[in-house]
């Protein structure tokens, strides 16, 4: 077993846990409070899935790092870091709409080598190992073929502060809108990312991400045979905050349509 593999099934057995932890919470009563605006919510859920995570995780790699959403972390020469959303899709989670997930990725020496995306709703999971593919419960994954824009699927997330626009995300928006192209909106970018991956959709973009939100996501859409890359068609980083990921026929098309007059990192 390679040490990848290793990492990836302890990360696939704590989203599994986090997850029917998450399933039970759900069915009592919710802690819910405010982080940084009245929309952006946090449950005792996420706040327990990551604590219960980052131990998981000190306890059996005591040297690894850890950045997570809630408890955050930091960007420093640890060589293997765990990058964790303990609930991605909270504001879905604590309405009890059934779309929202466990997200870890797992890098190492500055590359994302394996991830987790857990939708413990639908009991789908979906994991990957940088060069060995992506899969959906144990089957492999790939990217639609879908070369045609006008009969394309897309999907898309907009910022808590999405009243300010800081990322253009309102003309971006509607320069899709206004070609008739279909756009969805989830609530969950590391689902959107997993359903690009298996040819549910044909192509995510977002700006204002964080690396928890794409670290497992972006490096299974790529080996599911996509492509990812920054608004201004640079090559992706998780710790930049803009993404297009697409089944890869369409990516030219996509980058264009994004960036418009007016793109911002």
């Known amino acids: ?14 989203a599994r846990q986090a997850g ?10 919710l802690t819910i409070e405010s982080k940084t605006n009245e929309f952006d919510l946090v449950t005792h859920v996420d706040q327990h899935n ?25 960007i420093d020469a ?3 870091r765990w990058i964790v959303d303990p609930i991605d899709g909270t504001l879905n989670y604590a309405h009890g709409l059934p779309i929202w997930c466990i ?15 857990y939708d413990p709703s639908r009991e789908e999971l979906f994991s990957v190992i940088r060069g060995e593919g992506a899969h959906r419960n144990g089957e492999r994954m790939a990217v639609s073929a879908m070369t045609d824009p006008a009969r394309s699927m897309y999907v898309t997330g907009f910022p808590y502060d999405i009243s300010l626009d800081p990322y253009g995300d309102i003309p971006r928006f509607e320069r899709f809108l206004r070609r008739g192209l279909i756009v969805r909106r989830l609530g969950s ?26 670290a497992a996501g972006a490096l299974m859409v790529r080996e599911a045979g996509g492509t990812t890359t ?3 068609g640079s090559a992706y980083s998780v710790y930049k905050k803009s993404i297009i990921a697409s089944n890869t026929v369409q990516h030219g098309f996509l980058e264009e ?3 418009g007059e007016f793109f911002r990192m």
């Open 20 to 29: 029917a932890f998450a399933l039970g919470a759900q069915r009592g009563a």
């Open 189 to 214: 970018a590391a689902l959107d990312l997993a359903y690009v991956s298996c040819g549910r959709f044909d192509a995510f973009f977002e700006g204002g991400l964080s690396a928890w939100d794409t």
């Open 103 to 117: 997200s870890i990725g797992i890098e190492v020496a500055g590359v994302i080598e394996a991830g987790v995306i």
């Open 78 to 80: 640890t060589e293997v």
């Open 257 to 259: 349509v994004v960036r």
């Open 230 to 232: 920054h608004f201004d």
């Open 1 to 14: 077993m390679s040490i990848y593999q290793e990492f990836l099934n302890h990360a696939i057995g704590l």
């Open 50 to 74: 990551e604590e219960f995570i980052k131990n998981a995780v000190a306890d059996r790699f005591p040297t690894h790092g850890f950045l997570g959403e809630e408890s955050g972390g930091t």
